[in-house]
């Protein structure tokens, strides 16, 4: 596709994850309960991740959804800005540090396109972007762009030689927003060709098997007794490749 305009029209339907709460659309209670799933189902972020490592620092998160990364930046001290392309994510991103008491300049905004002069940000975060964006190239010059010489960039995509792509295969079970209009998988050597224009990159393997709270039935059920822990047994040294997510830490 040659624009994100029917990108955009997606997400502004799908940024809410209505599944997970009970809670109306905007509440304290819809916040906590996308916070406590966030970081349920990706815990290694708060390993991987120093959210109260950039005080008085420039932070600029592409892509923000409802703010829920970028609001634990802003509790470390950071200076943050959020951009995202879906104008549902920024109103609720808004909602969300006018509860939370934090500060933040949030924008609806193309990251392929943004809307700041070179060398702005000390650190750039683009966590589940760049899979979904039309030119995934662009995105990622423009997030070098406005990153400071000596900064750093962290990007996250899905990794095709995945054990939950092999397993969304294998049980005939749709993927998380499988229906977008962009949706890319890629291999850890095609991701580094996407990032080359960086110093240097190291990438991450990570997410393995969770218990899921979408997924009912005796697929479900099977999911969660037998898979989760039989996959977690195995000495992660030997199933590290094949984790569904690729993180990138880039240095300009």
Known sequence: MADNSAVRDYWNDHIHDLQITRHPVGSPGFFADLDQYHFEKLHHLERLIDFNGYSGQRVLEVGCGAGTDLVRFARGGAIVTGVDLSASAVALAKQNFQQQGLAADLREADGERLPFPDESFDFVYAHGVVQYT?????????????????????????????????????????????????????????????????????????RFPVKSRLHGGWKGMLFNTVFVGTFNAVPRAWVRRFGWHLLAFCRK
Not at 193 to 201: E, P, Q
Request: charged content about 25%; aromatic content about 8%; glycine content about 6%.
């Open 134 to 206: 039309a030119n995934d190239r662009a995105l990622v010059d423009e997030c070098r762009r406005v990153l400071k010489t000596g900064g750093t960039a962290v990007f996250q995509v899905y990794n095709r030689v995945s054990w939950l792509n092999a397993l969304s295969k294998l049980m005939k079970v749709g993927l998380e927003h499988e229906d977008a209009p962009v949706l890319k998988k890629y291999s850890a050597a095609e991701f580094r060709a996407v990032l080359s224009g960086f110093s240097g990159v190291r990438i991450v393997e990570e």
